[in-house]
């Protein structure tokens, strides 16, 4: 099992930046790969950007350029930074890890004001 603890979030205007972070802990030897997702209100949750055990990295295209996401050497936290961000950004950030199955944390909320 891995529990997933995330932190970083809060209100930002347009143009700022946040950083979050995500404490892993438990079976992190057996994460495959860790992503973070995204729920904004009335929306479905989207997958922002993923990160293998290996340090290959995806994005989706609207964070693409903006966004990066990468691990501490430990590789037991993941972070998200965000750069240059927008109002639709706004939205409830979650970390998960894969394993055998999907570990998720408990979310932290990110604001954008215009």
């Known amino acids: 099992q891995v529990q997933l603890v995330e932190s970083g979030g809060g209100l930002v205007q347009a143009g700022g930046s946040l950083r979050l972070s995500c404490a892993a802990s438990g079976s992190i030897f057996n994460i495959k790969f860790m992503d973070w997702y995204r729920q904004a209100p009335g929306k479905q949750r989207e997958l922002v950007a993923t990160?293998?055990?290996?340090?290959?990295?995806n994005y989706a295209d609207a964070v693409k350029g903006r966004f990066t996401i990468s691990t501490n050497n430990a590789k037991n936290t993941v972070y998200l930074q965000m750069n240059s961000l927008r109002p639709e950004d706004t939205a409830v950030y979650y970390c998960s890890a894969v394993l055998i199955r999907r570990y998720w944390g408990q979310g932290t909320q990110v604001t954008v004001s215009s």
């Open positions: 990160i293998t055990n290996g340090g290959s990295t």
